[in-house]
């Protein structure tokens, strides 16, 4: 146990029981043979705060300095102490897994390595050892091939739920899991995600009997196993499951399951909020292909997520992703476990504007999730310059159409000099209406009929001709304020148009009168 000093957990796990070595004895052994000595520290990144301080001492070798030390972990945000040397483990090649295959499948593995050849999704699902054990477990128990990581430990937890409802004698219908083990599910899902929430690998049997009265059938149903205890008397019984990958399955099963029930919950958000975070990586792209299509509250948090990495600008580390690398990379491989990339890549596409973030870490599957990312840029630019193309052809017909009205758009230089000789045509038809004036009486009286006639020609301003030139000179001038404003003063100036037109025709008669009377008068003489 990580609680125990290193002496202490090498005889608890590699001596056995019955062997009468002494723990001083023991140390002695390992310090007088240090380069002969290797530890293998399995998983740094379980390692709970709590852990026994010799753990990390070993590590930095502040003890046992002439030992080899390797430690195993998933990617981490930030390691404890540097290392002399850093691997990446790739796993199985692709003539590796064949041959694991017909291993262990023997004459079923024909099958399986014809999908390997066509499934990229499930050849790299196997390219993990822990992942080949498993799915050729699942072959074997006719549970199907999977295509994401949370089919594959969704078809196991089934497979084990049928094994353990047959051995009861509870009829089970398909995947739908039996109402009499709906309760060990969810109580199974709350003590994993307590679990890692605290930093717990391991439970106190007695804790959990006092909070789960149903705990006995929960040992009995195949994820918990019993661990030995860190001293040979005077410790409890404590279970742990039977791997961490596990206790994360039912985790997300127990969140994914608020989040379906209760989306609008501030524990649902603040729960979902920490499955983004560093240790709960796995936990949010379970969650993800729990939830599928209705995962939209989870990319919520993982956009916050990606943009509060983006503000803490820490410097890049060889070989160590940053917390905006982990992140995105989170949001891929979630994109590809919901099945549903198509539908959630615009939500995190905006975080891909600059950088794609393509490292070695980088799986097939977020390769495909980067190309889906890719595809909808692509389109919203093509949008973009589509409505870009509409507007300008709009505007293009706009200006043909005006000019064929004989209507010429005109710049604000030219709408002014526009507007002062309309003012000063108004000003001289003012001025020739009053010199008609003094006149007018004779006029009406010797040649109505052709006065009449010729104002009849000139139309009266009407609503509409008052709309159609309002139009004209808002798209001559642009948008003007005080709209009534300018109709009243362009009534005005049709009024005074039609006034003058009047005085000129009154004029012209009076002359026509004025010969007449001249040629009356030349006759008489």
């Known amino acids: 146990s990580v609680r125990s000093d290193i002496i202490s957990t090498i005889c608890q796990q590699l001596i056995e029981m019955e062997t009468k070595v002494s723990r001083s004895d023991m140390r002695a052994y390992i310090e007088s043979r240090q380069h002969e000595t290797l530890f293998i520290l399995d998983g740094l990144d379980q390692l709970p705060p709590h852990a026994h301080p010799e753990y990390l001492a070993l590590m930095k070798k502040e003890i046992l300095p002439k030992s080899c030390v390797i430690v195993t972990t998933r990617p981490m945000e930030q390691l404890p102490c540097e290392f002399d040397s850093y691997y990446v483990i790739k796993g199985f090649t692709s003539d590796k897994r064949k041959e694991y295959v017909r291993k262990h499948l023997g004459r079923l593995s024909l099958k399986v390595i014809e999908e390997l050849h066509s499934v990229w999704q499930l050849n790299e699902i196997i390219s993990n050892p822990l992942n080949a054990v498993l799915l050729c477990r699942l072959y074997e128990m006719n549970q199907g091939l999977p295509d994401t990581f949370t089919a594959m430990f969704t078809k196991l937890v089934m497979g084990v739920v049928g094994w353990n409802c047959h051995r009861k004698g509870i009829e089970m219908k398909g995947e739908e899991i039996p109402s ?241 000789t309309e003012a000063e045509e108004c000003k001289t038809s003012e001025e020739e209406k009053s010199s008609s004036t003094d006149g007018k009486g004779n006029v009406e009286k010797m040649d109505t009929n052709v006065t009449e006639t010729k104002a009849d020609s000139i139309p009266p301003p009407t609503e509409e001709n008052k709309s159609e030139c309002s139009n004209t000179l808002r798209s001559m001038a642009g948008p003007v304020e005080g709209t009534d404003t300018s109709i009243e003063v362009l009534d005005q100036l049709t009024e005074t148009q039609a006034t003058g037109a009047v005085g000129a025709e009154s004029k012209r008669g009076e002359e026509e009168k004025m010969e007449v009377v001249m040629a009356e008068s030349k006759r008489g003489e």
């Open 180 to 420: 009499a083990v709906h309760q060990i599910i969810a109580s199974l899902g709350h003590i994993a995600w307590e679990g890692l929430r605290n930093g717990l690998m391991s439970f106190d049997v007695a804790e959990l009997r006092r909070c789960y009265p149903i705990t006995n059938e929960i040992l009995k149903f195949g994820f918990l196993m019993f661990v030995p205890p860190e001293e040979p008397c005077g410790q409890s019984l404590r279970c742990t499951f039977s791997h961490r990958v596990f206790q994360e399955i039912f985790s997300a099963c127990y969140i994914s399951t608020m989040a379906r029930l209760t989306p609008e919950s501030e524990l649902t958000a603040a729960y979902l909020r920490l499955c983004t975070q560093e240790g709960f990586q796995q936990v949010c792209v379970f969650v993800s292909g729990l939830l599928k299509d209705k995962g939209e509250i989870l990319f919520q948090q993982l956009c916050e997520q990606i943009t509060f990495c983006s503000q803490l600008n820490r410097p890049a580390v060889h070989g160590i992703p940053t917390p905006l690398e982990d992140a995105l990379q989170l949001a891929l491989m979630c994109l590809h476990e919901t099945g549903e990339v198509d539908r959630f890549a615009p939500l995190v596409a905006m975080y891909f504007a600059n950088r794609l973030f393509i490292s070695d870490w980088t799986s097939k599957s977020c390769l495909q999730s980067i190309v889906s990312i890719l595809q909808y840029q692509d389109s919203q630019q093509a949008d973009v310059e589509q409505e870009t193309a509409l507007e300008t052809a709009d505007t293009a017909s706009n200006a043909a159409n005006n000019t064929s009205d004989g209507i010429v758009p005109q710049t604000a230089k030219e709408t002014a000099q526009l507007e002062e």
